[in-house]
């Protein structure tokens, strides 16, 4: 378990770093490691040199722009973790953040990096796609801006450049009403990998009734899905056990469930379905509460 | 505890000795050992399941920087005697390295040499090395059938062991029984996977003609064993037991890896470490523990009390043989559980297939047999229609039958089954728990309770090497112990083995330190290495407080008979009229007294004030023989296996989630008899952690292999091992009943908890999907299955409706 030999360069500036990764075959972006540096000790990952972003000024941080908040790409998941502006204005995020790995994985592990790296049972993603957020990627040829349902092609794969590094990830915030929010995973034990994970954000009027919806699911699929006909469907309803039962079942019955091992592909899309169900309903139930 | 304590430190509140150096990082692990020019290892792996090695090349790999050499299998072969088999199957033969064929995948093919484990690393991925496949087998009951692709062709077959034990009259308490009832369970193949993997240093000293082993061992004669392959006297090989180790509970043996690393070090006359990185562990470590299908029938009356049973364990040991059969050997010492059962029949199969090798895993196949009986028990019952804790009292051994025989030919030194069982039910409310119960089922979960009754048999011989090898007459099974009192009068105690964490420093200590009437913190604990150490047998079988401890005792006594015989020289009085107290002398009709430092005095210093006789100095050794099951076994298989009876009862609530299927235990309660408890802490941290490895082996952990024999498990992502977030809040529940056959009373601890735990685990998420008209007769119960099950059920259920 020790790696095989690569090279290692810690370039102050983004162009360097874009640079870098044009001129060289197998280069990989390191930001927090911790996915990669198991990988490559596994000697499942060889990359021939590693671009470590950690001292690029400007690439670490969260801002409001108003209509979305942005993360620097080297954002640790931990200080997302602990933003009050996380958890006032982005409640999905910061309700799905305490899945990500464990504390000691999430004091390093970075906002932007989960996202590159695309495990489809990882939660950042999963809210990415739920929220309908988007990522801004440069490289020595240009920059750019994909919005998350073009975002992931497959499992651990984006539709990045090649020689592309992830700078910005925005996560869209909704204004007015309450909101509410719900998160399930299924794993085998706290933290691990989800076999199954939904999450769900919902806004309500001042009947309870449901203005806006939106709802994702993860794990179970090769990338993580927003499940577009049940969030639109969904909306206008009151979200009771029934709406939320008819307006998930089509939107379940098409997904494309991956399967290994662990769990069988039956397994996944039906809890997929309770899974979602219940992130929707306790989104709703969130939602009232503020209301009171 | 029942028995009024006369003990001053054994059983009282004090911190384990150890803890301190281990909590701050200062234990000394083989990897902290770093010697000058020390080589690396790094092992080419087969890439195949079952394949006739056709070439190896290494041409690529010795021209790779850093490299010093590579070995593969026949170099080896001419140069090492075989690996020890525990049955008599010589021709099952094992090397450290393949011969010619692979039977397993990952097997090890080849070891690279090279001045750092990455470059070694680099290096073995150029070994190139062409297969020709052969059929493999992997299915258990596949390999039992005669015709199945033997995994070894010169034995004939792949069954190892098929020996069928009759004891007591089955056949007439079949018929007179008013009922009985066959049933199937299945142990996936799981183990303990300790945080340290395997690792080992040799360095070989030609001027002295010493091989020095460093290694993470937990191991009987392991220093014979290695001395034996290399073909060097047993007095050329050092194993040093102060290497601290990082975990084992049964699976630290290493030989394999120590014999290629001797060898290596005597032939590059450098230091040589090997060191598993955790796929090594996990895919060829050797290091699986039991994997095992049990089919039992069971003849019982119509009031639930069990009469006769017969079961049928049939093991699949992997691709060679080691010791890991004598684990269908072992539980014959409780194979009744703590039953009053009359008669048993028990055959004990053990089969070869393409599969990694096993190794000793905690409890040494009890946890298995346990988790057969008790199911076997939550059926009986619910065919009766008896409640599942009314079952076990009517059939338990009563307190006042002990010494018990049972059919098998153990006598079970002690036990108070039904007021343990008492005390649990009372601590948990049992009423409220129903309640409780029905309440969750109420609210939309399943929900079950789960109890198991379960016997640690411990103080460890190995009768069941004689039983199940009729060349091997082993009946000794010693433990060791020296006490020093130096000029100074300081105590100085040395051991003889290695720990991997069972706490010998504090359990010598205190034992000792009980006797001698002096402070346990006072004394030094050293411990050897196998050139100056006593005879011993490591710490396995739950055994270190019977044996070590017995070993301590007697020592102690013996230091002490001999001070007192000084005593009463110097007092002028005879030896019975010396009174001993708090390490001082005095004579009781007069008013004469020595200090625990004049007698030192007299003893080093003052030969002339010496009884006749006595050697100069202080100091009292002792080789403790195992209390009981010191006979070879009776012809038709009877034999007193280890010497002691520990009794656990777990008592769980559990829920299961109605779509994840994720169980949740809500309440775990364990009732828990060791006997006298030397150390209370060191208890309770074998018993806790004992739970928690029992959750892994019912719940999350097992080594799966799919039908081409790829073990699929092979890092922490998927061999899932239960964390802090799975493991609730165990409350145990204390009894002390004596064992009469030890020098305090005391019963081993070492596998506490695991004995019992998958067992009740499994009651309760059986006794929670009950309603469902479903069962699950197989560990682990992921998950997945477990709500893929329910899912069937529901929607079958709807069917017929």
């Not at chain 1, 699911?217 to 939320?244: E, V, Y």
């Not at chain 2, 393949?98 to 040499?113: L, N, S």
Request: hydrophobic letters at 40%.
């Amino acid at each position: 378990m020790k790696a095989a030999a690569f090279d290692y360069i810690r370039p102050e500036s983004l162009s360097e770093a874009a640079g870098l990764l044009a001129s060289h075959e197998d280069a990989r972006v390191i930001a927090g490691g911790q996915t990669l540096v198991p990988m490559m000790a596994m000697r499942l990952a060889r990359p021939s040199l590693l671009v470590d972003i950690a001292h690029i000024e400007g690439l670490s941080g969260i801002a409001d722009f108003g209509a979305y908040i942005g993360f620097g790409a080297m954002t640790r998941q931990a200080q997302a973790e602990k933003s009050t502006l996380v958890a006032t204005r982005l409640p999905l995020l910061a309700a799905a953040l305490p899945w990500v790995g464990h504390t000691p994985t999430r004091n390093r592990g970075t906002i932007g990096g989960s996202v590159a790296n695309a495990d489809p049972a990882a939660e950042i993603p999963l809210v990415l796609v739920t929220l309908e957020g988007s990522i801004c990627w440069m490289s020595a040829d240009g920059q750019g801006e994909i919005v998350a349902a073009d975002l992931f092609s497959g499992p651990m794969s984006t539709e990045m450049p090649a020689a592309a590094i992830l700078t910005e990830v925005r996560f869209p915030v909704w204004e007015g009403p309450p909101i509410g929010v719900g998160f399930h995973e299924a794993s085998a034990r706290r933290s691990d990998f989800a076999y199954v994970s939904a999450a769900a954000q919902v806004q309500v009027d001042q009947a309870g009734r449901c203005i806006r919806c939106t709802i994702g699911i993860g794990g179970a699929l090769a990338f993580p899905k927003r499940l577009a006909g049940a969030s639109k469907a969904l909306t206008g309803s009151q979200l009771t056990a029934q709406d939320i039962a008819a307006g998930l079942s089509e939107d379940i019955a098409a997904l494309e469930i991956m399967t290994d091992g662990h769990a069988s592909s039956a397994y996944r899309r039906r809890v997929a379905g309770a899974l979602a169900a219940r992130a929707l309903a306790n989104a709703r139930d969130h939602a009232r509460g503020a209301l009171r | 505890m029942n028995a009024p304590s006369n003990f001053t430190f054994v059983s009282s509140d004090r911190r384990v000795r150890e803890d301190r150096r281990f909590v701050a990082g200062q234990g000394k692990f083989v990897a902290d050992i770093t010697e000058t020019g020390m080589l690396h290892v790094a092992i080419v792996h087969g890439s195949q399941t079952a394949a006739r090695i056709v070439s190896i090349d290494a041409t690529r790999a010795l021209e790779m920087p850093g490299v010093v050499g590579v070995v593969e299998g026949e170099e080896l072969r001419a140069a090492v005697e075989p690996l020890m088999n525990g049955l008599d199957t010589p021709r099952v033969q094992r090397y450290p390295l393949a011969i010619k064929h692979v039977r397993y995948h990952g097997e090890w093919v080849a070891a690279v040499v090279a001045q750092t484990r990455a470059q070694a690393e680099d290096a073995a991925e150029c070994v190139d090395v062409v297969y020709e496949t052969l059929p493999n087998v992997i299915d258990t009951e596949e390999a039992y059938k005669p015709g199945s692709p033997p995994v070894h062709p010169a034995h004939g077959s792949n069954v190892l062991l098929d020996r069928t034990f009759n004891w007591g009259d089955i056949d007439s308490d079949f018929a007179a029984s008013d009922h009985s009832l066959s049933l199937r369970v299945t142990w996936g193949r799981s183990s303990t996977v300790p945080i340290e993997t395997f690792g080992v240093v040799a360095m070989w000293d030609p001027w002295s003609e010493t091989l020095d082993v460093r290694a993470s061992i937990q191991m009987p004669k392991y220093a014979d064993q290695i001395a034996r392959a290399l073909r060097l006297p047993g007095n050329a090989v050092r194993v040093h037991y102060d290497v601290d180790v990082g975990g084992s509970y049964g699976v630290k043996r290493g030989i394999k890896h120590t014999v290629l690393v001797g060898y290596l070090a005597m032939k590059l006359k450098q230091p040589v470490r090997l060191i598993e990185d955790r796929l090594e562990n996990m895919e060829s470590g050797d290091a699986h523990g039991p994997d095992r299908i049990f089919d039992i029938e069971v003849a019982f009356n119509k009031d639930g009390i069990v009469n006769s049973m017969k079961m049928r364990a049939m093991d699949n040991a992997g691709a060679y043989a080691g010791r890991a059969p004598f684990q269908l050997g072992k539980p014959i010492g409780a194979i009744v559980g703590p039953y009053r059962i009359n008669s048993v029949r028990y055959q004990a199969v053990s089969v070869t297939s393409n599969k990694a090798v096993q190794e000793a895993v905690r409890g040494f196949g009890q946890s298995p047999t346990n988790y057969a009986i008790e199911t076997m028990m939550d059926r009986v019952a619910e065919f009766v229609g008896l409640d599942r804790v009314e079952i076990r009292r009517r059939n338990f051994i009563r307190h006042d039958e002990f010494p018990y025989l049972i059919p098998s030919g153990t006598r079970y030194d002690s036990g108070d089954y039904h007021v343990v069982v008492d005390k649990v039910m009372k601590h948990v409310d049992w009423d409220g728990l129903i309640a409780e119960r029905d309440r969750l089922r109420a609210s939309g979960l399943y929900a079950g309770i789960g109890i198991s009754a379960c016997l640690e048999p411990s103080g460890g011989n190995s009768s069941f090497e004689p039983l199940l090898n009729s060349t091997n007459t082993t009946t000794t099974w010693m433990e060791s112990c020296r006490i020093n009192v130096d000029a100074l009068g300081h105590v100085t105690v040395t051991i003889h083995t290695t720990s991997s964490g069972q706490g010998h420093e504090t359990l010598a200590s205190t034992v000792i330190g009980e006797i001698l009437e002096i402070d346990p913190d006072s004394i030094r604990i050293v411990r050897t290495d196998s050139l100056t150490s006593l005879p011993g047998n490591s710490p396995v079988g739950s055994r270190m407080a019977v044996m070590l401890g017995g070993s301590c005792f007697h020592a102690a006594n013996k230091l002490k008979t001999k001070m007192i015989a000084i005593a009463a020289k110097n007092l002028g009085c005879a030896v019975e009229a010396v009174e001993y107290a708090g390490g001082a002398f005095h004579a009781r009709d007069s008013n004469k007294k020595l200090s625990w430092l004049d007698l030192v005095t007299i003893a080093h210093r003052n030969y002339h004030l010496l009884p006749e006789g006595f050697e100069p100095g202080l100091e009292a050794t002792n080789v403790y023989q195992v209390p009981t099951g010191n006979e070879l076994p009776t012809a038709d298989g009877r034999v007193q296996m280890y010497p002691c009876h520990s009794f656990e009862f777990h008592c769980i609530l559990a829920t299961i989630d109605p779509d994840t299927g994720k169980v949740d235990l809500r309440r775990y309660v364990i009732g828990h008899d060791c006997g006298t408890v030397i150390n209370p802490h060191i208890v309770k941290g074998m018993t806790l952690g004992g739970i928690a490895h029992g959750i892994g082996a019912a719940l999350l952990e097992e080594f799966v292999y799919d039908s081409e024999g790829q073990m699929l498990a092979q890092s922490f992502m998927d061999y899932l091992m239960p964390s802090s977030h799975e493991v609730p809040e165990v409350e145990i529940v204390h009894h002390c009943t004596p064992s009469p056959f030890t020098v305090m009373g005391q019963k081993g601890s070492g596998e506490s908890g695991y004995l019992g735990a998958p067992a009740a685990i499994s009651g309760a998420v059986n006794d929670a999907v009950r309603a469902l008209g479903i069962r699950f007769n197989r560990l682990p119960m992921r998950m997945t299955a477990i709500s893929d099950a329910i899912a069937e059920a529901k929607s079958n259920n709807a069917q017929s409706r």
